[in-house]
């Protein structure tokens, strides 16, 4: 029988973590799995809250307390089938998403005992389940003579195609990218997501029955009226590529670089895919902005062997949109942080030279509920720098052909979703999710965007 207060003799625990020293030397993820009696003892913490908060939070409302208790029975196989009915992607949130915003945020021994540490027991389920040979039960699913079309192999696409998979209906998933994954395989480094894991998943949907097409971009290497008359309805999971620009001078210059491109270059170079190397090492490193892509930049050039990395942000720390984190593994590696800064201007005549920055303080919030810094006076200096990064985020980037097939954008440039089903975009046919219909934001939104909008296809398609 469980220990309602095992809370009280347990202190919470994560898996052991690669020190700084040594990590910082290689692409490797840094944090171990739990071994299955810690993993046991940890998930045995939950106080099983009648009204589990820690589902609320969580976007996929992951039935979390229910699988903890099977992983403190050791039942690995059904705590595996239990994520899997609200989550596509389970090892991967359990890797990147930020649980101290979500999940273990909510939980109610967070507050003076310590949360249950929910994110490391999500990977290790999955993790060990893939071990044991666990694939998905099939066996009741009957096929249908229907087809979808998913262009986009992010977690929106895959969630998408997951759900339809399960219902019977045939799947189809055309990417640009020579692997699946999108941001997950080219955006987030390797020392947080190996991507082995994501091509385990690939792995695990063609089994299913999901069909890949890789290399293709349509519009360009294919036509989308091909893909229109050939099924019976498309779901658009494209995500958000389009960099938001900081609007001062300097930004062309020779040694400033985005942020995507910088990761996807560095990702290739590791995949050993020909592509042009952005590289950092024995450099002086800027990066601006304060979200996880500013982190993910931060701890790449680390490890590229930059001379120095420095993160500038215009608000204080308590306020960076980051994962704490990772905010905190990038000081351990070395990243040295200047908050309440704000970039004004890029110095340098044909190269980057240095950067002007402005001293900035917290005013009160605004609207939205947040605090917008306000510039001091006479607070200008530069800095010398030899490259920088700017990691401001991403916009929307509906293509080209959208306009012809009568799918509409608001004027932010996100799709429309606000048909007679939701998820289903101003053409009747074709549906979307993620962030090209709400904008950059988690992996874990964009796999219940995914799933959603595959429940409404279903209902389309009168299944």
Not at 143 to 167: E, Q
Not at 188 to 196: G, H, N, Q, T, V
Not at 215 to 231: C, L
Not at 440 to 461: H, K, P, Q
Request: glycine share 8%.
């Amino acid at each position: 029988m469980k220990n309602a207060m095992q809370f009280l003799d347990i202190k919470r625990e994560e898996p052991s973590v690669q020190k700084a020293e040594v990590r910082i030397y290689t692409y490797d993820e840094i944090y171990s799995n739990f071994p299955a009696e810690k993993a046991a003892e940890q998930a045995g913490r939950c106080l099983n809250c009648g009204n589990p908060y820690c589902e609320w939070k969580c976007p996929v409302h992951n039935y979390i307390p229910t699988w903890l208790d099977l992983i403190r029975d050791g039942k690995i196989i059904e705590a595996a089938e239990m994520s899997h009915k609200t989550n596509s992607l389970p090892e991967i949130c359990g890797r990147i998403c930020p649980q101290d915003r979500l999940c273990e945020g909510a939980c109610t021994l967070e507050d003076g005992f310590g949360a249950v540490t929910i994110g490391s027991i999500e990977k290790y389920i999955t993790d060990e389940a893939f071990r044991l040979g666990w694939k998905p039960d099939m066996s009741d699913v009957v096929k249908t003579d229907k087809t979808v079309a998913i262009i986009g192999a992010g977690p929106a696409g895959l969630a998408c195609a997951d759900i339809l998979t399960r219902s019977g209906v045939k799947a189809k998933i055309y990417d640009k990218y020579s692997r699946i994954g999108g941001l997950l395989t080219f955006g987030i480094p390797p020392f947080k997501l190996d991507k082995d894991i994501v091509e385990k998943r690939k792995e695990i949907l063609e089994g299913m029955g999901v069909e890949f097409i890789l290399n293709t971009e349509v519009g360009k290497d294919i036509d989308f009226q091909e893909i229109y008359d050939a099924h019976d309805a498309v779901f658009l999971g494209m995500g958000t590529y389009k960099p938001m620009k900081g609007n001062f001078k300097g930004e062309d210059l020779e040694g400033v670089h985005e942020a995507l491109p910088f990761l996807i270059s560095n990702i290739n170079n590791e995949l050993n895919i020909e592509s042009d190397f952005v590289s950092m090492k024995d450099k002086k490193v800027i990066i601006l902005g304060g979200g996880d892509t500013a982190m993910d930049c931060n701890r790449t050039s680390i490890r590229q062997g930059a001379e120095n990395v420095t993160c500038i942000y215009r608000r204080d720390e308590e306020n960076m949109p980051g994962s704490k984190k990772e905010v905190k593994n990038a000081k351990e590696e070395g990243v040295d942080f200047m908050f309440n800064y704000q970039p004004v201007e890029i110095i340098g005549d044909k190269k980057v030279e240095g950067i002007k920055v402005v001293k900035t303080k917290l005013g009160p919030p605004d609207a939205m509920g947040r605090k917008n810094p306000i510039i001091l006076k006479n607070s200008e200096k530069i800095i010398p720098v030899d490259k920088i990064i700017i990691a401001f985020g991403f916009q929307p980037s509906p293509a080209e052909w959208f306009k012809k097939y009568d799918i509409e954008t608001k004027e932010s440039g996100l799709l429309k979703v606000d048909n007679e089903y939701l998820f289903q975009t101003t053409n009747d046919k074709i549906f979307a999710g993620g962030d090209m219909t709400r904008g950059s934001d988690l992996v874990v939104t964009a796999v219940f965007e995914g799933r959603e909008a595959a429940e409404n296809i279903l209902d389309y398609l009168e299944i």
